[in-house]
């Protein structure tokens, strides 16, 4: 064995990470070479301080933000296609004003709609609308991961949020706050996102994204904020979600008390 | 009087390193890591939850003397979760977790400082007393926190590919091979690089020693 093999192999022996014969044969170099106990002596000793820098534990945030994407990512992974077929019926479902008659006014309304889509011949128009509507639906499972994992920390995705938030509203910067309002983990984030929202909640899908992620948020603060926009942006079919809320004995009580303003409200 | 080779320290692992094996590895009553992670790729995300606790202490270490910064430590570690969920399924059935999982903080960390484009900084000394040893005497805590800060010091001399490779070859549960995978060179040449970076750290170690006042 060479010296220079001896000097690659010293922190290995050191670390006693060497076979029994290699280590034998490292050890015999260096006892009868100076130059090597002198080198292996110093590198020991470096390895020996690098080794002892004491080792801080991380803060708190650290598993509070890993646990909620683990959590995230459950929710998502679970109820994806569950939560793009209730903002589907929400939006379907939209604006029915008088529960009691819904069977009549959707056969009504249907047969209104194919008279004036004949007579007017927009048929294909309003097909295609509620197909892009569905089609946004439905590509907003996918966009989660482009939401929630692509982005950085927290205080990044805020900026994100408000950055989005000065863009010219589009498809995919709507698509974008709302994937963010359904799916981030912070609390804040979910908050911005929603008060982003409130420019275009003229938009029927962004409305019924917000009711549809009302009932699956865990934190009460964005609960009541998500029923004040409702209310904001006078969103009358929310009325049968905010009952529900109201009867819910497991929800939290500033939020059950916050439906049952809205629903009288609206 | 020169000591003989057998008086020199040789050592089953490294001093004070809290980032050994995890004893969950070793500890046979619980499921091995590759096992949980393959749950994970299999769709039980429970199991990402013991792997980080299991892991995020020694990897946030190692992060933290990569970066010398415990926000951007914190941040990285944190990204290498977020992958781990992201290509869960990219994960291979022969795979060894945690070389996979020092393979992606590489990656992510690689992703900060391209960010970042101000270089690492050596942690602040101050913070080293929050972790000082309460068992020593006042003085040799001191004398140890002044060590403590030079070698950050003196690693934070260290070019990145030099640190990295260095810190690498430190982790107990990480085998010579595994440290080449990861830096993607051959196991000969991660020899050679992880020695060449020890001398240098230790060159500029000394040279501080001697710059410091006693």
Same mark, same amino acid.
């Given at each position: 064995m060479n010296c220079q093999t001896c000097h690659e192999r010293m922190a290995e022996l050191a670390d006693a990470r060497l076979d029994r014969e290699t280590a034998a044969s490292v050890r015999a170099h260096i006892e009868g070479c100076a130059e090597c106990r002198r080198e292996f002596e110093s590198l020991s000793n470096t390895l020996k301080a690098l080794d002892a820098l004491p080792s801080a534990a991380p803060s708190h945030r650290l598993r509070a933000r890993v646990m909620g994407q683990i959590e995230t990512e459950k929710l998502t992974q679970r109820g994806g296609a569950e939560w793009a077929s209730s903002i589907r019926r929400a939006a379907d479902t939209r604006g029915s004003r008088f529960p009691w008659a819904g069977a009549l006014v959707a056969l009504l309304g249907a047969c209104a709609l194919v008279a004036v889509g004949f007579t007017l011949g927009e048929r294909t128009a309003t097909g295609r609308q509620v197909a892009e509507l569905r089609a946004r639906v439905d590509t907003m499972g996918q966009l989660v991961e482009q939401s929630v994992l692509q982005k950085g920390a927290t205080g990044e995705r805020i900026e994100t949020v408000f950055a989005t938030e000065r863009e010219k509203p589009d498809e995919q910067v709507i698509d974008g706050l709302i994937n963010s309002m359904a799916f981030d983990a912070s609390v804040n984030v979910r908050l911005s996102a929603l008060g982003a929202l409130y420019h275009h909640s003229d938009q029927e899908v962004v409305r019924a994204a917000v009711l549809a992620c009302l009932p699956r948020d865990p934190n009460p603060l964005v609960q009541v904020s998500m029923i004040d926009f409702l209310v904001a942006a006078k969103a009358h079919e929310a009325s049968p979600e905010l009952r529900k809320l109201v009867a819910d004995s497991h929800a939290d009580a500033d939020v059950r008390e916050s439906a049952r303003r809205a629903i009288e409200q609206l | 009087m020169t000591p003989s080779i057998a008086e020199y320290p040789v050592h089953e692992r490294p001093f004070g390193l809290e980032w050994g094996p995890s004893p969950s590895v070793d500890d046979k009553a619980l499921t091995p890591d590759h096992e949980l992670m393959l749950a994970v790729r299999d769709g $039980?995300? $429970?199991c990402m939850g013991e792997l980080f606790e299991r892991h995020h202490g020694p990897l946030y270490g190692y992060l933290l003397k990569l970066t010398g910064n415990r926000s951007a430590a914190e941040d990285i570690c944190q990204v290498v979760f977020q992958r781990m969920l992201k290509y869960?399924?990219?994960?291979? $059935?022969?795979?060894s977790f945690t070389a996979w999982m020092y393979h992606l903080s590489r990656r992510c960390a690689s992703d900060h400082f391209r960010k970042s484009s101000s270089a690492p900084i050596a942690t602040d000394p101050s913070r080293l007393a929050e972790h000082a040893d309460e068992a020593q005497s006042a003085d040799e805590s001191a004398a140890s926190r002044d060590d403590h800060a030079l070698l950050h010091r003196a690693l934070g001399r260290l070019d990145r590919d030099d640190r990295e490779v260095l810190l690498l070859s430190r982790l107990q549960e990480l085998s010579f091979s595994e440290v080449a995978g990861i830096l993607e060179c051959s196991v000969g040449a991660a020899r050679v690089r992880a020695h060449r970076a020890l001398k240098t750290l230790r060159d500029h170690y000394l040279q501080l020693q001697k710059e410091s006042p006693s």
């Amino acid at each position: 064995m060479n010296c220079q093999t001896c000097h690659e192999r010293m922190a290995e022996l050191a670390d006693a990470r060497l076979d029994r014969e290699t280590a034998a044969s490292v050890r015999a170099h260096i006892e009868g070479c100076a130059e090597c106990r002198r080198e292996f002596e110093s590198l020991s000793n470096t390895l020996k301080a690098l080794d002892a820098l004491p080792s801080a534990a991380p803060s708190h945030r650290l598993r509070a933000r890993v646990m909620g994407q683990i959590e995230t990512e459950k929710l998502t992974q679970r109820g994806g296609a569950e939560w793009a077929s209730s903002i589907r019926r929400a939006a379907d479902t939209r604006g029915s004003r008088f529960p009691w008659a819904g069977a009549l006014v959707a056969l009504l309304g249907a047969c209104a709609l194919v008279a004036v889509g004949f007579t007017l011949g927009e048929r294909t128009a309003t097909g295609r609308q509620v197909a892009e509507l569905r089609a946004r639906v439905d590509t907003m499972g996918q966009l989660v991961e482009q939401s929630v994992l692509q982005k950085g920390a927290t205080g990044e995705r805020i900026e994100t949020v408000f950055a989005t938030e000065r863009e010219k509203p589009d498809e995919q910067v709507i698509d974008g706050l709302i994937n963010s309002m359904a799916f981030d983990a912070s609390v804040n984030v979910r908050l911005s996102a929603l008060g982003a929202l409130y420019h275009h909640s003229d938009q029927e899908v962004v409305r019924a994204a917000v009711l549809a992620c009302l009932p699956r948020d865990p934190n009460p603060l964005v609960q009541v904020s998500m029923i004040d926009f409702l209310v904001a942006a006078k969103a009358h079919e929310a009325s049968p979600e905010l009952r529900k809320l109201v009867a819910d004995s497991h929800a939290d009580a500033d939020v059950r008390e916050s439906a049952r303003r809205a629903i009288e409200q609206l | 009087m020169t000591p003989s080779i057998a008086e020199y320290p040789v050592h089953e692992r490294p001093f004070g390193l809290e980032w050994g094996p995890s004893p969950s590895v070793d500890d046979k009553a619980l499921t091995p890591d590759h096992e949980l992670m393959l749950a994970v790729r299999d769709g $039980d995300l $429970d199991c990402m939850g013991e792997l980080f606790e299991r892991h995020h202490g020694p990897l946030y270490g190692y992060l933290l003397k990569l970066t010398g910064n415990r926000s951007a430590a914190e941040d990285i570690c944190q990204v290498v979760f977020q992958r781990m969920l992201k290509y869960r399924h990219t994960y291979r $059935d022969q795979g060894s977790f945690t070389a996979w999982m020092y393979h992606l903080s590489r990656r992510c960390a690689s992703d900060h400082f391209r960010k970042s484009s101000s270089a690492p900084i050596a942690t602040d000394p101050s913070r080293l007393a929050e972790h000082a040893d309460e068992a020593q005497s006042a003085d040799e805590s001191a004398a140890s926190r002044d060590d403590h800060a030079l070698l950050h010091r003196a690693l934070g001399r260290l070019d990145r590919d030099d640190r990295e490779v260095l810190l690498l070859s430190r982790l107990q549960e990480l085998s010579f091979s595994e440290v080449a995978g990861i830096l993607e060179c051959s196991v000969g040449a991660a020899r050679v690089r992880a020695h060449r970076a020890l001398k240098t750290l230790r060159d500029h170690y000394l040279q501080l020693q001697k710059e410091s006042p006693s």
